[in-house]
T-cell receptor
Framework: DAKTTQPPSMDCAEGRAANLPCNHS???????VYWYRQIHSQGPQYIIH???NNETNEMASLIITEDRKSSTLILPHATLRDTAVYYC????????????FGKGTKLTVNP | GAGVSQSPRYKVAKRGQDVALRCDPI?????LFWYQQALGQGPEFLTY????????KSGLPSDRFFAERPEGSVSTLKIQRTQQEDSAVYLC??????????????FGSGTRLTVV
């Protein structure tokens, strides 16, 4: 079973920030928080990951609470192309570990 | 290649037919995963290879499902005697190594299998 909880759907206006929450209250000390998204008819795409510090890359920012029990993915200026299902996943950093997907959050960016 | 390539993109099979789905991972990627994604659901793990070794096949739903990666690069997922419940998108993912994945896993676009 997935170790994370996400709202099933969210809406955001184009050009505004999209803030996607994720709860992972049972995360252990050596587990990272990963975010992937899946645009319709495509495979999941890696977005960002972090352990305890906030992270930022060209796609998004990841804010992790101090107790690490929850996190928020921020898309600073959402575009229509950001409409997708967003998955929050926890795992030990390593290329040999299988990803366990939950149902994710369906983000719809509206014009 | 630049990404993970899967073929065919779409496959329609008659119930009882055998099918073979191909995955070409990114060159040099050691780890390779297969996932099954039913309509409206998140991907579910099927099996994992490290080079040519199949280290985890716990997600394969039945003995009709078989995967191989004989030379540690291209992988094939075979489904024998297909049934309607096998209809799904089959995704392949690869990653650089067993102990570091700073850029996560790279997924292909999948093969959509429809069993009629």
């Amino acid at each position: 079973d997935a170790k994370t909880t996400q709202p099933p759907s969210m809406d955001c206006a184009e050009g505004r920030a999209a803030n996607l929450p994720c709860n992972h209250s049972t995360i252990s000390g050596n587990e990272y928080v990963y975010w992937y998204r899946q645009i319709h008819s495509q495979g999941p795409q890696y977005i960002i990951h972090g352990l305890k510090n906030n992270e930022t890359n060209e796609m998004a920012s990841l804010i992790i609470t101090e107790d690490r029990k929850s996190s928020t993915l921020i898309l600073p200026h959402a575009t229509l192309r950001d409409t997708a299902v967003y998955y929050c996943i926890v795992l030990t950093q390593g290329g040999s570990e299988k990803l366990v997907f939950g149902k994710g959050t369906k983000l719809t960016v509206n014009p | 290649g630049a990404g993970v390539s899967q073929s065919p993109r779409y496959k329609v099979a008659k119930r009882g037919q055998d099918v073979a789905l191909r995955c070409d991972p990114i060159s040099g990627h050691v780890s390779l995963f297969w996932y099954q994604q039913a309509l409206g659901q998140g991907p579910e793990f099927l099996t994992y290879f490290q080079n040519e070794a199949q280290l985890d096949k716990s997600g394969l739903p039945s003995d009709r499902f078989f995967a191989e990666r004989p030379e540690g690069s291209v992988s094939t997922l075979k489904i024998q005697r297909t049934q309607q419940e096998d209809s799904a998108v089959y995704l392949c993912a690869s990653s650089l190594a067993g102990d570091r994945a700073d850029y996560g896993y790279t997924f292909g676009s999948g093969t959509r299998l429809t069993v009629v």
